[in-house]
């Protein structure tokens, strides 16, 4: 059975060239897998990882819109054909979708958010920088 | 009519908002243990009241439900048993659940059920008396709107439980006096078929009760089956074809419409509670500032976490509220992180909701059936497409089709 923990390494690893990377991010309400802030600051990532149920981490991506400018569903890629069925909906809502085994791939480009709150965005990029230091 | 559950810890909006609900329905156990604070409460409000008798936490025993933690029974538990029949401290002190046979002889049933009714009858007499002088002289000891008879879960009409439920009604019947007598119809979902329908109702309307009140075992509104929706219309239907009022314990907006198919009213907390499972829940410590706040978006009917409700507003503008509350504050970008940032966001959650819940029944009750339903079909047009797949919206082609289908019939 393979565990949504093994998908973060690789995430982190791909990401981490150009973002700085975190697991487990609280944000109000929600947990985030992986929030990153890019090294020049201008952008932030959420990314919702899943072994399996493509749908609800859809709609957790989604969601995360509103703390990122850019928003991500990371699927194993044994997995990744279901939701490539539905790759309309992931281009309606703008979220992207990353096919995950020991490297990444992007399956479909996120667009950038129309929801995101620049004053959460912002604290979340100062506290990154903070702990860059 | 739509009655709020009450909770203790409630009472900022019975103080603030107590014109945006009907009246107050509450546990036995816990008015046991606050019947003080409900007395004072209810001289104050003056709104119609029921109380539960609580016979379901008996039936369908779980030890955490008395379980003070320190190796005794619950205060509010300690205090019950002081007033239900013998049968209840036994099986408190065995640890077990009550059985059929407990009841299986005619005195049994007759002490039972007379110890439960006696105790919605004097449950608030006591407290009313030792307020004595502090009383106005007007005062008047408040009363239940009507009794309600022990209730028993049953999985369907051949399980032991279904004869015992409606022998309880009877024997209730015998001994209401000048009181109204409920009856609770508890069950399955399974049971909400037309064969089970049939003989259920038929078997409760021989008790010659005075109302009906439902509770389907963890009925959720809005992830029901068009099958268990038109099972509860069906049942709601029939029921009120006695002339008799229904009333059911636990619902959302599906349950507002249902006024149009005959249901008088409906029970749910304060944006909580809208479902219910026959068996309860362990209680336990949330999060601290209380659990996380949902917010009710009115046009879908149907609550979300702050963020999630952003988002689909941010999608779906035309989804904005502007009752007084929501046009005060912004409750979709308040922080929500600190427990008293919760706390706050959550009080004010549920002041909208209370508002907004409020407008629904007054809107319902004024409009005809088919306006209501066309309207449920507009909120479904309005939100198809990827946010209805995303937030699981489809509940709402459900209760249209539902709806509609029986309107016509």
């Known amino acids: ?133 | 009519m739509q009655y709020i559950w009450y909770n203790a810890q409630d009472n900022y909006f019975y103080e603030n908002d107590s014109k945006h609900f009907d009246g107050l329905a509450i546990n036995a156990h816990i008015l046991a243990h606050n019947a003080k604070a409900f007395l004072a409460l209810e001289l104050e409000l003056r709104k119609p009241f029921f109380i539960l008798p609580d016979v379901h936490f008996l039936q369908l025993y779980s030890p955490q439900q008395f379980d003070n933690q320190k190796g005794g029974i619950r205060i509010s538990w300690e205090k019950l048993r002081a007033y239900y029949p013998k049968v209840v401290s036994k099986i408190l002190d065995e640890q077990r659940a009550l059985s059929v046979n407990d009841l299986a002889s005619k005195e049994a049933l007759e002490e039972f059920v007379f110890k439960i009714l006696d105790f919605q009858r004097s449950a608030l007499a006591a407290p009313f008396q030792s307020l004595g002088r502090l009383l106005p002289e007007n005062a008047r000891l408040p009363r239940s709107s009507f009794l309600i008879a022990p209730y028993f879960y049953f999985g369907g009409v051949t399980d032991p439980w279904y004869n015992v439920a409606i022998n309880a009604c009877v024997t209730a019947t015998a001994l209401k006096g000048t009181d109204k007598m409920y009856g609770l119809i508890f069950c399955a979902t399974s049971c909400l078929n037309p064969q089970e329908i049939a003989t259920i109702c038929s078997g409760f309307s021989r008790a010659n009760l005075d109302g009906f009140l439902i509770w389907i075992d963890e009925f959720d509104e809005s992830v029901a089956s068009e099958e268990e929706l038109a099972g509860m219309l069906d049942l709601v239907r029939t029921l009120s074809s006695y002339g008799k009022p229904v009333i059911n314990l636990y619902g959302g907006y599906f349950s507002v419409m249902l006024k149009h198919f005959g249901l008088d009213g409906f029970g749910s907390g304060i944006c909580v509670r809208d479902k219910m499972p026959a068996r309860p829940p362990a209680p336990m410590g949330g999060p601290a500032g209380g659990p996380v706040p949902r917010y009710y978006v009115p046009q879908v009917h149907r609550k979300f976490v702050q963020e999630d409700a952003r988002r689909l507003i941010g999608q779906l503008p035309i989804l904005s509220c502007n009752c007084e509350i929501c046009s005060s504050a912004q409750v979709l970008t308040m922080p929500n992180q600190l427990p008293a940032e919760r706390a706050y966001l959550r009080r004010l959650m549920r002041r909208h909701f209370l508002r907004i819940r409020s407008q629904e029944v007054k809107a319902v009750n004024s409009e005809a059936p088919g306006q209501t339903i066309g309207n449920i079909q507009s909120a479904a047009t309005l939100v198809s497409g990827p946010a209805a797949t995303v937030y699981e919206l489809y509940f709402l082609n459900r209760w249209h089709d539902v709806l509609s289908s029986n309107l016509a019939t």
């Open chain 1, 1 to 133: 059975m393979i565990r949504e923990s093994r998908l973060y390494p690789p995430v982190e690893r791909h990401l981490k060239g150009a973002f700085l990377v975190k697991g487990e991010v609280q944000i109000g309400s929600k947990v985030l897998d992986i929030f990153a802030v890019s090294r020049s600051g201008r952008e932030c990532l959420a990314i919702e990882l899943k072994v399996n149920d493509w749908k609800r981490a859809l709609k957790q991506a989604a969601t995360y819109q509103v703390f990122a400018n850019r928003s991500y569903v990371a699927l194993h890629r044994a997995r990744i054909r279901a939701a490539l069925k539905h790759r309309r909906l992931f281009e309606q809502l703008g979220v992207g979708l990353m096919s995950v085994r020991r490297d990444v791939a992007i399956e479909i480009e996120a667009s950038q958010s129309s929801f995101v709150d620049e004053a959460i965005v912002e604290h979340m990029r100062q506290q990154f920088i903070a702990a860059d230091m």
